[in-house]
């Protein structure tokens, strides 16, 4: 979903930080609360421009299926698992 939102004014609510960065809780012009990932109030958001995708949606679905597949078929929560080395049997 896109928001259209450059040159608007919001009302910020609060500020929180956790392990996924920064987050601005803000209402919107339809008087929802919203929280946007800080980065997004940059500066140097105002650079980027909007163009063709480059990846599909049902790409990126089939990577979401994949990556759901992988984590529950992993057998412990580790991301890799030990090798052992060559001459060490």
């Not at 980027?48 to 679905?61: K, N, Q």
């Amino acid at each position: 979903m896109f928001i259209a939102l450059d040159h608007c004014r919001l009302l910020v609510y609060r500020r929180m930080r956790d392990a996924q960065g920064e987050h601005i809780f803000c209402q919107l012009p339809d008087e929802t609360i919203c929280c946007l990932p800080a980065w997004m109030f940059s500066p140097d958001c105002t650079k980027f421009t909007f163009g063709a995708p480059i990846v599909s949606a049902a790409a990126l679905t089939e990577l979401r299926d994949l990556l759901a597949t992988l984590r529950a078929a992993a057998p412990c929560d580790k991301s890799s698992q030990e090798v052992p080395k060559e001459g060490n049997a």
